[in-house]
């Protein structure tokens, strides 16, 4: 089945360390995205890419850093520049077209806790 | 720019009592209204979605339906059931209809929780 992927579920960080969450998805969709979700704040979009080897900075990119080498594939490398890491990021992915908005599949989350 | 609110949460309801969840949006053009539904732990899930004025977006007993004179895409389900439980959000693409690479804004969501 299709779907999109991402590892881990969970992740600790030390002060400090650079990590990186992963996102892979086989629904051969041209776009991508990574949001920042905490407790009453709703989603919060950190970086999105249209086409392999593209990407723009949304809301809150700072302390975030991002590839896409690949169209199945989208990483989010969360630096020890972002003070406050701690949040459940959500990986998603759609289709783009000039005409009509698509709904994004959603991955299962990676719960990232600083130690 | 273009945005959406949701109604504060929690919701508690009791199993098989009516559902309202209000969503109104500002927006440029008439833009695709989304629900998505996220149960705990995980990712969010597209529930329905309606493209242009007066659709009715549906699914899983769920309706919404997309009204420009009030702009409002407010989420209703007839009866609702323990299993429906969750975090409920409403969405749109930012730019209007062609928005710049699809991106979507979120609502703040609105928790959901239904007893016996």
């Known amino acids: 089945d299709g779907g999109i992927t991402q590892s881990p579920k969970y992740l600790f960080r030390k002060e400090g360390q650079n990590v990186t969450l992963s996102c892979e998805q086989n629904?051969?969709?041209?776009?991508m995205y990574w949001y920042r979700q905490d407790p009453g704040q709703g989603l919060r979009l950190i970086y999105y890419?249209?086409?392999?080897?593209?990407?723009q900075k949304g809301d809150i990119a700072e302390g975030y850093s991002v590839s896409r080498e690949k169209k199945e594939s989208f990483p989010l490398t969360v630096t020890s520049a972002q003070k406050n890491p701690t949040a459940f990021y959500l990986c998603?992915?759609?289709?783009?077209?000039?005409?009509?908005?698509?709904?994004?599949?959603f991955g299962s989350g990676t719960r990232l806790t600083v130690v | 720019g273009d945005s959406v609110t949701q109604m504060e949460g929690p919701v508690t309801l009791s199993e098989e009592a009516f559902l309202t969840i209000n969503c109104t949006y500002t927006?440029?053009?008439?833009?695709?209204l989304f629900w998505y539904v996220q149960y705990p732990g995980e990712g969010l899930q597209l529930l329905l979605k309606?493209?242009?004025?007066?659709d009715k977006g549906s699914n899983k007993g769920f309706e919404a339906t997309y009204r420009k004179e009030t702009t409002s895409f407010h989420l209703e389900k007839g009866s609702v059931q323990v299993s429906d439980s969750a975090v409920y959000f409403c969405?749109?693409?930012?730019?209007?209809?062609?928005?710049?690479?699809?991106?979507?804004?979120f609502g703040t969501g609105t928790q959901l929780k239904v007893e016996l």
């Open positions: 998603a992915s759609s289709h783009i077209n000039s005409r009509t908005a698509y709904g994004y599949t």
């Open positions: 629904l051969n969709h041209d776009a």
């Open positions: 890419s249209q086409i392999v080897n593209d990407f």
């Open positions: 927006a440029t053009g008439y833009p695709s």
């Open positions: 309606a493209t242009k004025a007066d």
């Open positions: 969405a749109l693409p930012r730019g209007g209809l062609t928005g710049g690479g699809n991106k979507l804004t």
